[in-house]
């Protein structure tokens, strides 16, 4: 039987532009462009889906093309999509993501305002949901008083909670809010943001810890990962043996994280799991990689 995980947050387009040489700032620069579904939440619930384990989204769209196509991608990715908020206030959100010649992240835009219909009052109604699943992942891309009621309700079920930072501007989010999260899988900058702490990955962490996070999985780039809990801070080197674009890197780390915790109720296994999964994304243009499966990542770690 397949294990139900909802995903609570972004659902949009994605738009990335990949230059064919050297970034020119100011000019027009000749760039292979994808377009395709994307979101924090809607990447993380696809890749779950493609690691066989019931994924149910709850999110927001317009009532528009775009979301009829992201929709569409998702559901046929076996991403449960019963239970989004459709609504005909704002349209779905967009992420355009400008990418180097070597695949790595010059500059990024995006434009979420949809998520600003998506209230405690839809959460409230989608409760049930969430009082059954087995584990809950969550992206900042939602608002303050919505990230207060999953936190809460995941506190007073015994649901295990793992949230996403997503960036800088929206890890703020979470200040004061930290108090009994799970997991959380920040990286460097967001680290930084959430403790005023610089260049000290350990000693952020375990500020984090003395908030109230049980888990840190802070992610490095080409360096790995981090995972500090009570006790004491593991590293995690990439096994990324090539890099054709990041974008989505960190969401699959995260589901293959997810993924590990639930097969294996190990956190050393299922950071190998987690390291697994951004290598296979990383290694192609899509920002979930059709290849993720199972019996992929299984194959990666038995290589450690």
């Given at each position: 039987?397949?294990?139900?995980?909802?995903?609570?947050?972004?659902?949009?387009?994605?738009?990335?532009?990949?230059?064919?040489?050297?970034?020119?700032?100011?000019?027009?620069?000749?760039?292979?462009?994808?377009?395709?579904?994307?979101?924090?939440?809607?990447?993380?619930?696809?890749?779950?889906?493609?690691?066989?384990?019931?994924?149910?989204?709850?999110?927001?769209?317009?009532?528009?093309?775009?979301?009829?196509?992201?929709?569409?991608?998702?559901?046929?990715?076996?991403?449960?999509?019963?239970?989004?908020?459709?609504?005909?206030?704002?349209?779905?959100?967009?992420?355009?993501?400008?990418?180097d010649s070597q695949g790595e992240m010059s500059m990024a835009v995006s434009d979420m305002g949809i998520l600003?219909?998506?209230?405690?009052?839809?959460?409230?109604?989608?409760?049930?949901?969430?009082?059954?699943?087995?584990?809950?992942?969550?992206?900042?891309?939602?608002?303050?008083?919505?990230?207060?009621?999953?936190?809460?309700?995941?506190?007073?079920?015994?649901?295990?909670?793992?949230?996403?930072?997503?960036?800088?501007?929206?890890?703020?989010?979470?200040?004061?809010?930290?108090?009994?999260i799970d997991i959380l899988t920040p990286n460097v900058l967001e680290l930084q943001v959430l403790t005023g702490?610089?260049?000290?990955?350990?000693?952020?962490?375990?500020?984090?810890?003395?908030?109230?996070?049980?888990?840190?999985?802070?992610?490095l780039g080409p360096k790995g990962l981090c995972h500090t809990d009570k006790n004491k801070s593991t590293y995690?080197?990439?096994?990324?043996?090539?890099?054709?674009?990041?974008?989505?890197?960190?969401?699959?780390?995260?589901?293959?994280?997810?993924?590990?915790?639930?097969?294996?109720?190990?956190?050393?296994?299922?950071?190998?799991?987690?390291?697994?999964?951004?290598?296979?994304?990383?290694?192609?243009?899509?920002?979930?990689?059709?290849?993720?499966?199972?019996?992929?990542?299984?194959?990666?770690?038995?290589?450690?």
């Amino acid at each position: 039987m397949k294990t139900q995980v909802t995903v609570i947050g972004g659902l949009n387009m994605d738009i990335k532009a990949k230059s064919k040489k050297d970034l020119v700032s100011g000019d027009s620069n000749p760039s292979d462009i994808e377009i395709s579904a994307g979101g924090v939440g809607r990447n993380i619930a696809h890749n779950l889906a493609l690691l066989d384990l019931q994924s149910i989204l709850l999110s927001a769209v317009g009532d528009d093309i775009e979301s009829h196509s992201v929709i569409a991608q998702t559901a046929q990715a076996g991403v449960n999509m019963e239970h989004l908020m459709i609504s005909n206030l704002k349209k779905t959100g967009k992420y355009i993501a400008i990418l180097d010649s070597q695949g790595e992240m010059s500059m990024a835009v995006s434009d979420m305002g949809i998520l600003e219909v998506l209230d405690t009052d839809y959460l409230e109604s989608k409760l049930e949901l969430i009082k059954s699943s087995q584990f809950v992942v969550c992206d900042t891309n939602v608002s303050v008083d919505c990230l207060k009621f999953i936190i809460e309700s995941c506190k007073i079920y015994n649901i295990p909670l793992c949230i996403d930072p997503v960036s800088a501007a929206k890890a703020i989010k979470l200040k004061g809010l930290l108090e009994g999260i799970d997991i959380l899988t920040p990286n460097v900058l967001e680290l930084q943001v959430l403790t005023g702490i610089e260049n000290n990955v350990e000693k952020a962490s375990e500020e984090l810890i003395h908030l109230g996070v049980k888990n840190v999985i802070a992610t490095l780039g080409p360096k790995g990962l981090c995972h500090t809990d009570k006790n004491k801070s593991t590293y995690f080197p990439s096994i990324a043996k090539s890099i054709m674009d990041v974008t989505g890197a960190g969401d699959s780390l995260t589901a293959g994280l997810i993924y590990g915790l639930l097969e294996y109720k190990s956190f050393e296994l299922a950071c190998l799991c987690g390291s697994a999964a951004a290598a296979i994304t990383l290694s192609s243009k899509e920002t979930v990689n059709s290849k993720i499966n199972k019996a992929e990542i299984t194959k990666l770690i038995h290589k450690l």
